[in-house]
């Protein structure tokens, strides 16, 4: 999902539970839930984008490598 349409579900995701019919304490659970989920979905992508980088590195053969035959 690209970033303009990750901003645009999250704000409709926030404007669903504000117009949804429940108490305020109900409210600020979900609001806390969606919260929460957010953080583990971004440190989830950083991990892995942080994996992806570092197996890139390990694979990628550097410039001056020359055989020594």
Known sequence: ???LNEKSANTDLY???SQAS???SEREVALN???NAEGLV???LW???G?????ARIFE???NFKHSH
């Open 1 to 3: 999902m690209n970033r």
């Open 15 to 17: 404007a669903r539970i």
């Open 22 to 24: 429940m108490t305020e």
């Open 33 to 35: 839930a969606l919260r």
């Open 42 to 44: 971004n440190g989830t």
């Open 47 to 49: 991990v892995v984008n």
């Open 51 to 55: 994996a992806k980088r570092l197996i």
């Open 61 to 63: 053969k550097p410039a």
